[in-house]
């Protein structure tokens, strides 16, 4: 059984960090891209970052470029999200994702394997 389980959201001041972490189990991590997505209260999913299988390449929107690094640990299974610097805009149930020898893609349509998300609050 596939599980990717979430943690590390909660409530931070604007202007702060917090870090998201995503563990894997069920499947062959390393075959796997990763992706981070969020959704907003009222709005649709959006993509975040992505990390590929190996190498390390990375992918971020462009609202968070700059504040957020995305991270894997393949010996251990799970995929982090370093966010920085929050805003209020960055409010949103946040989701990791798992891409079978995926290219790090935006396409959330294109992700097997999803986790259940973690809300992360930024006041202001």
């Known amino acids: 059984q596939?599980?990717?389980v979430e943690s590390g959201g909660g409530l931070v001041q604007a202007g702060g960090s917090l870090?998201?972490?995503c563990a894997v189990s069920g499947l062959t991590f390393s075959n796997y891209a990763m992706g981070w997505f969020r959704q907003a209260p009222g709005?649709?999913?959006e993509f975040v970052a992505a990390i590929r299988r190996?190498?390390?390449s990375t992918y971020?929107?462009?609202s968070v470029k700059g504040r957020?690094?995305?991270?894997r640990d393949n010996a251990k299974n799970t995929v982090y999200?370093?966010?920085n610097s929050l805003k209020p805009e960055d409010t949103a149930v946040y989701y990791c994702a798992a891409d079978y020898y995926g290219s790090g893609t935006y396409r959330e349509q294109l992700y097997d394997?999803?986790?259940q998300g973690t809300q992360v609050t930024v006041s202001s």
């Open 2 to 4: 596939v599980q990717l």
């Open 19 to 21: 870090r998201l972490s």
């Open 68 to 71: 957020f690094t995305i991270s």
């Open 43 to 45: 709005k649709e999913r």
């Open 60 to 62: 971020y929107t462009d």
């Open 113 to 115: 394997y999803w986790g």
């Open 54 to 56: 190996i190498g390390g």
């Open 81 to 83: 999200l370093q966010m």
